[in-house]
């Protein structure tokens, strides 16, 4: 079992705050002169408690925008790690959430589905999946331990994905022979094609183009606030409410102008940082479909026995048999198999 971490960024940001904010009482609060104003009775002890909460909270405000820039860092940082978060390729992605699906989710192989989650082939599941799907649309038969294409029916296999063509092509005798870097090279072209994952370069150029397109923007609101509140600085406006307002767009410019776009670089930063070693990321649509599987694989979990169902039952539970094979659920069909696949 992991142990947590128990420094993240959030418990060191709060703590920091919370330090700040005690040595800014520290430096700025006379004590002494609270103290003496407690004991004398010239202040009741509820309007002392009422004030010394109101104090706390100006000072927490005052640290707060003190340490705009620390602010701004931690929002980047969240932003950026929720970014990659919810990319990139893991086993883990449905630990917090606990939902079921039900649902086939069609159109896809079953290597593509297993693919997505964690970039990487677990053999031999992955294999003897796919050819229970074959064997599901009639291209092979699959029967106690013997693996044969079908020789005596002419199928369309126009709708088949590469990978799934490449196993096809790679029984022989029997057996299933794959080069692993070939048959990965195919898993990644197909989930390309279906849009589920896309190559990490064109997200970094995504992201540049945002950055780029902040940086204008705000040169425009600029632009648009500052040049006026310039012009009607001239005049002299005595009370009313036309200074506040005046006063609350240069702030919110000048937010916006300086921490929008580093908030997005520091975001952009972070992002890259953890995804250096990382080729492909995947889209939202295959952030969706595997959300999708990972509720299909609970489901099929609690709630089916699929574990001790035969190959010869795949006419009957159709993909759901496939799936559970793929989950590794089904080790039954799996040890009949696995020594049919050979990797190299």
């Not at 820039?69 to 929720?82: C, D, F, P, Q």
């Not at 993909?319 to 094979?325: F, P």
């Not at 089904?330 to 020594?339: G, L, M, P, R, V």
């Amino acid at each position: 079992m992991k142990k947590r971490k128990i420094f993240t960024i959030d418990f060191i940001f709060v703590m920091y705050m919370i330090i700040a904010t005690i040595v800014t009482i520290v430096q700025e609060v006379d004590f002494t002169v609270m103290n003496e104003a407690l004991k004398n009775g010239s202040v009741p002890t509820s309007q002392f408690i009422e004030m010394s909460i109101m104090l706390i909270f100006i000072y927490m405000v005052m640290t707060i925008i003190k340490n705009l820039y620390v602010v701004v860092i931690y929002i980047g940082i969240k932003i950026g790690t929720r970014m990659y978060r919810k990319q990139k390729l893991s086993k883990n992605d449905f630990q917090k959430t606990k939902e079921y699906y039900r649902g086939i989710l069609q159109g896809y192989s079953p290597a593509v589905l297993s693919f997505i989650d964690d970039f990487e082939i677990e053999y031999p599941s992955t294999i003897i999946a796919s050819l229970l799907q074959l064997s599901k649309n009639h291209f092979i038969t699959m029967e106690q331990g013997v693996i044969k294409k079908n020789t005596n029916e002419k199928l369309d296999d126009t709708n088949l994905e590469s990978n799934e063509t490449y196993i096809l092509n790679h029984i022989k005798e029997d057996r299933v022979v794959l080069n692993n870097a070939e048959f990965k090279k195919q898993l990644t072209e197909d989930a390309l094609k279906k849009g589920l994952i896309k190559n990490i370069q064109e997200v970094n150029k995504e992201k540049k183009k945002k950055i780029i397109k902040a940086f204008l923007s705000l040169f425009a609101i600029f632009s648009v606030t500052f040049i006026p509140i310039n012009v009607m600085g001239n005049f002299k406006i005595e009370g009313g409410i036309l200074p506040v307002l005046l006063f609350l767009i240069m702030v919110i410019s000048l937010l916006g102008m300086f921490f929008y776009p580093l908030i997005l670089i520091v975001s952009y930063a972070v992002y890259s940082i953890k995804n250096q070693n990382c080729p492909y990321v995947r889209t939202e649509k295959g952030e969706e479909i595997n959300k999708k599987l990972e509720g299909l694989k609970i489901y099929l979990k609690e709630y089916s026995y699929l574990e001790e169902k035969k190959e010869s039952e795949i006419v009957i539970w159709e993909e759901y048999l496939v799936y559970s094979v793929l989950f590794n659920q089904n080790t039954k069909i799996i040890e009949a198999y696995k020594k049919y696949i050979e990797i190299d």
